[in-house]
């Protein structure tokens, strides 16, 4: 009897999906529109906060730029008020002096000391100068030269 019992709902189950296809067939044919629309909604929505914290970030970089950009230009202006006035420092030393110090120095901040000054006394202070140091600036001099000629 537990057989026939077992049979019985098998032949039943059986029957079922049949019918159950054909209904859940008719109630996704009837949603299948508001089911696209929900879908296009959440995806919208889903967009529109993307684009916010995009447009927040552009804004923090924004911001960021401008801060950075003005700080640029707070240090340009000291390092042009400085320069002619460390120019100047260097200009009225003796030159072994000045070489000695010039060594010490970044490279490329003595190489633009020495493009400032008049080339007899750059030339006086480089021939002071060790001569690694020497050909080093002197190498970054002619760099500057060749980058600042158009030809």
Not at 37 to 49: G, I, N, P, S
């Amino acid at each position: 009897m537990a057989v026939l019992a077992v049979t019985g709902n098998m032949a039943g189950a059986q029957d079922l999906p049949g019918k159950m296809t054909d209904e859940v067939r008719e109630f996704c044919a009837n949603i299948v529109d508001a089911a696209r629309d929900r879908r296009y909604a959440v995806q919208t929505k889903e967009l529109e906060d993307l684009r916010g914290e995009i447009d927040e970030r552009i804004a923090a970089l924004e911001a960021k730029r401008a801060e950075y950009e003005d700080w640029l230009e707070r240090r340009k202006e000291v390092i042009e008020a400085a320069e002619d006035s460390v120019v100047g420092i260097y200009s009225r030393m003796r030159p072994d002096a000045a070489a000695e110090r010039m060594e010490k120095l970044d490279a490329s901040l003595a190489a633009a000391i020495l493009l400032k000054l008049n080339h007899r006394q750059a030339g006086i202070i480089l021939n002071e100068m060790d001569s690694r140091a020497a050909a080093q600036l002197t190498s970054i001099i002619a760099d500057v030269a060749k980058s600042e000629d158009p030809s």
